[in-house]
């Protein structure tokens, strides 16, 4: 299992893109989301791409990725 934490620092809403699944997130200023990856071999681990308003997390191959705010996974979408 792998576990990075993404918070947006910014005053804007971030985009944030799960790939390759093309799962979108949108993240509120100031909150933070815990993504989660598991199975496969994890050799490489995420690869983190920063974009223009966002980020892009690309799991490895045979990955299983999940969004955690507060504990509880979240649903592609607006998170606060």
Same mark, same amino acid.
């Given at each position: 299992? #792998?576990?990075?934490?993404?918070?947006?620092?910014?005053? @804007?809403? !971030?985009?944030?893109?799960? $790939?390759?699944? @093309?799962?979108?997130?949108?993240?509120?200023? =100031? @909150?933070?989301? %815990?993504?989660? +990856?598991?199975? +496969?071999?994890? $050799?490489? =681990?995420?690869?983190?791409?920063?974009? %223009?308003?966002? !980020?892009?997390?690309?799991?490895?191959? +045979?990955?299983?990725?999940?969004?955690?705010?507060? =504990?509880?996974?979240?649903?592609? +979408?607006?998170? #606060?």
């Amino acid at each position: 299992m #792998q576990r990075i934490n993404c918070l947006n620092g910014s005053e @804007a809403v !971030m985009l944030l893109i799960i $790939e390759p699944w @093309a799962e979108e997130y949108l993240i509120e200023p =100031g @909150a933070s989301v %815990d993504i989660v +990856g598991q199975g +496969g071999c994890f $050799e490489t =681990g995420f690869e983190v791409e920063h974009v %223009d308003k966002g !980020m892009i997390i690309y799991g490895w191959e +045979g990955s299983i990725v999940s969004v955690f705010s507060n =504990g509880e996974i979240v649903e592609p +979408g607006f998170q #606060q």
